[in-house]
């Protein structure tokens, strides 16, 4: 669905990504990991067009799609949540929603337009009860949520989501995760760019290591996970540590999150 | 009881030009989070096109009533999608606010060369005849300023509270990154709402043009009362703009009616004073509570360009060796400006310790300036003292001044300090007037001695000039060494993050009062110097223009380099005294050098030169090594 080629982007005079080739399928969950650094926000930037790509292609159904304005690329159905969640704070939620709807807001009517908001709020039950409430008082986890909601208000292919699980407790980020899942299984794309390894490569269906700018890896999620050098540098497991305990670990985890996932 | 009622519509016919204005600022306010300080501008322009098109052409009312908004609001989205929006990503807020001011000027010049400086009156759109209501008489007129206003209050509420635009308008204010995520055009909605309000200004100006007269630079006019009146209701609320304004008109009205005329607007900006400190919000704004810990302000302040090494050394004597040689080469009216640049660029140092290090917006350097003037002055003239002491009780007046002003200030950040410090200048200029008796109010007081120190009088241009290049190197040097120190090191960690230097333990209210005080004095002794030196002075030789153009000067030669201002100052000041016939000119070139310099060099001239030969190949002049840390 979408796919990069040799793409090459930055800040100034200073190049952060340097030729990666990247592939999004329909309907699954590719994951990017990375340490800080590493160019996942750079690359999600570029993605959404906030960020000029430099050189390089990048493919929407095989349509290059790196010159168009980001304004475009949304009316593609690519959407892109940023890190640091950037919800409007003096909105209420209902008007961040409605924001999110901006540009079908004739296509779609008053009618279609409420019709939508009660659509994300089937996945977001908590936004439905402070729907009036001003967006900036919301938690850190329901400022997360409403993001994404509000990224889901037109309905896009392809979501990018950069960081979600950033600064949020570990019962949210499960949440945020089995969440993701739930996009997945409706048919939605999505692009995870995630520190936090564990997790992501064992929701993850593809997934790709990316190093100063560099992909250095791929692989299945899973396949991934229980490479060494993965657990590792991302995983936080010693060199000389048990590899087959870990990733038995791992994959107990992932057992649970499927468990979750399937209350 | 009738008088009254006569008063309180006067007031709220004033009151809906203001209302009207301060829509149009609150508009830009609340979708770019900037101050507009051309709004006034546009208000000239529309009304002075419409003159032309009426008194010259001879067009029907209507249509070049029509054509004049038409033409305004071209020139807004002409200036606004050449400036104003491609700026707004770039510069910091206190930045955007200096480049209106930029472009005010650059619109007065405009007017100055286009229509002169002499003033228009239109004719009344139906008749001199006035209405008569329930006893009360209403100037026909009045009914169309009234309407305009409605018309474009609800509109302007309409698109913003109702329509999806308007809130995407909203949301570009707010976070432009998230709206461009959803698919919101940010820049172009920017200049939309840059081209609304150069239409709501011309249809303001239009429909007051028949009950003033107005010329080129009645523009700053209309923008400060549209500024102090939306501060006085509340910069983000639209409602609150509107009873800002009707509540300024009546105020002033009342002032002029029981107190004085001389007071009216001493009334309103003290008025406004004390709004400042009691509800910074503004009186009227219904205000949503939120959460504080989102950075208000995106934008990065970029790093300050220094210099180092030997060659800044060099570089600097050589400077100080040309001034000092400058007298004997140029000629008479040349020495005085010479001297003229060298008093400002003092006012200026003060201004590049508060803005340049500091990151503090000041307006109202001229409100020093006109206290250290009129202290000495007076002091000199009336009671006979020796300069040198008045200079100095200017200082002391101009500390405490600034001392009461910052207690105001200290809690107030960006569009509002800049606020604060601007009616400081206006009130210090509206009592200079005010106060006749002693200061000889808009004539000005003559008579003021040459300075002198100890019995040697200082009254050529030469022994002027050298006595202000002694002062203003000894005030480099200082400052320089002050500056890299560590209280110079705490200004700049205020400049860029005010949260996280007060979070390394920097007492961030007594930094900002040192810097407050040290440009309060120098603007103080620059003003006293500058009395000594004409002999004369009068409230619009250190009016609020003053203020605009020592900003302009700092920012054309340099923020955070000291040195800089000097550049802008023998700039601005040399420039109409060597070209001559350019001299109508002037007005407009400073503006546009300002707007220029802030999208094409933020550094100014000094700073962009310095990094341009930093650049150079080793082997060529190095005039001393860059440190950098923008990202």
Known sequence: MLELRRLTAGYGNDAVLHGIDLAVAEGRITALIGANGAGKSTLAKTISGLLPARDGQILFEGAAIETLSSTARVELGIVHVPEGRQIIGSFTVEENLRLGAYLQRRALGERGIAARIDEVCGYFPVLRERLGGVAGNLSGGQQQMLAIARALMLRPRLIVLDEPSLGLSPALVTEIFALVTQLRDRGLAVLLSEQNARMSLAIADHAYVLETGRVTLEGPGRELLARPEIAERYLGVAPQGDEQSTAAEDRAMAEGLARILAV | ?631
């Open chain 2, 1 to 631: 009881m009738e008088q009254f009622a006569q008063i309180i519509i006067g007031g709220l016919l004033q009151g809906s030009v203001f209302a009207v204005i301060a829509l149009g600022l609150s508009l830009v306010f609340r979708v770019t989070g900037i101050i507009n300080l051309a709004q006034g501008g546009f208000c000239i322009l529309g009304a002075l096109t419409l003159y032309t098109l009426e008194a010259d052409y001879g067009w029907p009312v209507p249509l070049a009533v029509l054509a004049a908004v038409a033409i305004t609001t071209l020139v807004g989205l002409g200036l606004g999608a050449a400036s104003f929006v491609p700026s707004l990503q770039r510069l910091p807020n206190s930045s955007m606010l200096m480049l209106t001011a930029g472009l005010m000027t650059a619109i007065e010049g405009l007017a100055l060369v286009v229509w002169g400086s002499q003033p228009y009156a239109v004719p009344p759109f139906s008749g001199e005849r006035p209405i008569v209501l329930l006893g009360l008489r209403l100037p026909s007129q009045g009914l169309w300023i009234a309407g305009a206003a409605v018309l474009i209050i609800l509109s302007v509420w309409y698109a913003l509270a109702r329509t999806a635009v308007g809130k995407a308008l909203l949301a570009c204010a707010e976070n432009p990154m998230a709206a461009r995520l959803m698919g919101v055009d940010v820049r172009r909605l920017t200049l939309v709402s840059f081209g609304l309000t150069a239409l709501i200004g011309a249809l303001g100006g239009i429909a007051v043009a028949p009950i003033m007269s107005f010329q080129f630079d009645t523009g700053r006019f209309f923008t400060n009362a549209g500024f102090i009146a939306v501060a006085i209701g509340g910069m983000s609320s639209l409602g609150g703009a509107v009873a800002g304004g009707l509540f300024l008109g009546v105020a002033e009205q009342l002032a002029a009616a029981y107190v004085s005329s001389l007071f009216a607007t001493a009334v309103s900006l003290a008025l406004l004073l004390v709004t400042l400190v009691w509800r910074p919000s503004g009186l009227f704004a219904p205000s949503r509570q939120r959460r504080q810990d989102v950075r208000e302000e995106l934008r990065v302040h970029r790093a300050i360009v220094r210099f180092k090494g030997r060659g800044a050394l060099v570089g600097g004597l050589v400077v100080l060796a040309l001034l000092a040689v400058l007298p004997a080469i140029v000629d008479g009216g040349t020495m005085s400006s010479l001297v003229i640049a060298l008093i400002l660029f003092i006012a200026v140092l003060g201004l590049d310790v508060l803005m340049g290090y500091t990151g503090q917006v000041n307006l109202g350097q001229s409100g020093f300036m006109a206290i250290g003037g009129y202290t000495a002055a007076i002091l000199a003239t009336g009671y006979g003292l020796p300069p040198l002491l008045g200079l100095v009780a200017g200082i002391g007046i101009s500390l405490a001044c600034a001392l009461v002003l910052s207690m105001v200030t200290l809690r107030l950040r960006g569009a509002y300090l800049a606020l604060a410090t601007l009616t400081f200048g206006l009130l210090v200029d509206s009592l200079t007037v005010g106060l006749g008796d002693l200061t000889g109010g808009p004539s000005g007081l003559v008579g003021i001695p040459a300075f002198s120190v100890a019995g040697f009088a200082f009254d050529t241009p030469q022994s002027l000039y050298y006595l202000v290049l002694g002062l203003a190197l000894v005030l480099v040097l200082g400052l320089m060494g002050g500056m890299r120190s560590g209280f110079g090191r705490a200004l700049q960690a205020i400049r860029t993050d005010q949260m996280a230097a007060a979070a390394l333990g920097i007492n961030v209210v007594r930094y900002k009062m040192a810097a407050f005080g040290i440009c309060a004095a120098l603007g103080s002794i620059a003003g006293s110097l500058y009395a000594f030196d004409f002999h004369f002075l009068a409230p619009e030789m250190v009016g609020t223009a003053r203020s605009f153009e020592m900003i302009a000067m700092l920012i054309i030669g340099g923020e955070g380099t000291l040195v800089g201002g000097l550049i802008g100052a023998l700039l601005i000041t040399l420039l109409p005294t060597i070209f001559q016939p350019l001299a109508a000119y002037k007005i407009m070139a400073e503006g546009l050098l300002l707007v220029l310099v802030f999208q094409f060099m933020p550094d100014g001239l000094l700073g962009t030169g310095m990094r341009a030969l930093s650049r150079l190949p080793a082997g060529g002049p190095r005039p001393g090594r860059l440190t950098e840390q923008t990202r």
